[in-house]
């Protein structure tokens, strides 16, 4: 949706440079996945050259000298730290989004320190490894997550990245949720694709959707004569150009799947009315082809 909201050429036009785009954003959502286990990685690392610090002070204090170390032998974040696999793909990104711009560590360190959930979980001095992990997780969701200014920095580092954030911070916390102490190799690198089809999906439907939007607008315009043209929000005619294509050329995907992706993503990006209004295009759409047996849907349950 975003590519094609973004390309201002024609049917012919550019399709390389759109599909170049679109594998370049999804690669983007990959290292924003990176750059936030990353933070969990640098906040602990934070965390050990505080305590050191505070050790060398000329008059430590009794608790400078032993400190409660919990949060540092935090086991999740030992192994988060420690991962070859994980240190190897963050050190291969172009760039490391936290060493120039170190003082949003200082920030979410910071408000780690100053909520209640720290407190609670350094208020003994052991623990188990599901107390780790739950501390671990409920840090990312309620301190990490939602921090406004590590929201607006990504807004700033990359066009893509606001819109990837929850797609990647839940991806995250489903990571975190499964991780056991016996977690190592490429546990914290999975892949960004299940396989090449599930790329190659995003591919197809981006290419077919502008080879043919010249006839998926004649298509729209016949169920809208109604409507002013001017009315239809762009994000709302390149959402039915998409699902249309879905209709015509992917005939494995069931229609109401279909509707039910493009009317959550009309929810999520244009206007309030904007999910009832694609849905009663679409809806006319779906029984025109119905009743003209041009619906070309493979296997059960697929209509």
């Avoid at 594998?23 to 990959?30: A, E, I, P, T, V």
């Avoid at 407190?119 to 990490?144: A, G, H, L, R």
Wanted: with cysteine.
């Amino acid at each position: 949706m975003q590519t094609l909201y973004a390309s201002q050429g024609s049917e012919s036009d550019n399709i390389k440079t759109n599909e170049k785009f679109l594998l370049l954003s999804l690669d983007s959502m990959y290292d924003l996945f990176l750059a936030q286990l990353s933070l969990l990685i640098e906040v602990h690392k934070k965390s050990k050259d505080r305590l050191e610090k505070n050790q060398k002070k000329l008059l430590a204090t009794q608790e400078d000298k032993n400190p409660n170390s919990k949060f540092i032998n935090n086991e999740v974040l030992l192994l988060l730290s420690s991962n070859e696999a994980l240190q190897e793909r963050i050190e291969s990104q172009k760039e490391n989004p936290w060493y120039l711009d170190f003082e949003y560590i200082d920030v979410i360190f910071k408000a780690i320190l100053d909520s209640d959930l720290y407190k609670e979980y350094m208020s003994t001095k052991t623990s188990t490894f599901k107390e780790d992990k739950n501390f671990v997780i409920d840090m990312f969701t309620e301190i990490i997550a939602p921090n406004d200014k590590l929201y607006e920095y990504f807004e700033d580092k990359r066009i893509t990245w606001l819109d990837d954030l929850p797609v990647v911070n839940t991806a995250i916390l489903k990571l975190l949720k499964k991780v056991k102490a016996s977690s190592e190799g490429n546990f914290f690198t999975p892949k960004l694709f299940k396989d090449l089809e599930d790329r190659d999906f995003g591919l197809e439907l981006l290419k077919k959707t502008i080879l043919n939007q010249a006839a998926f607008n004649i298509e729209i315009a016949t169920k809208t004569k109604n409507w002013d043209a001017d009315r239809i929000t762009q994000i709302d005619t390149v959402l039915m150009q998409m699902a249309i294509c879905e209709f015509q050329k992917f005939p494995s995907i069931p229609i109401k799947v279909t509707i039910n992706e493009y009317l959550e993503i009309a929810k999520e990006y244009s206007t309030p009315k904007s999910s009832n209004f694609i849905n009663g295009i679409l809806d006319k759409i779906i029984k025109e082809y119905t009743s003209e047996g041009k619906l070309n849907k493979i296997g059960r349950g697929l209509l």
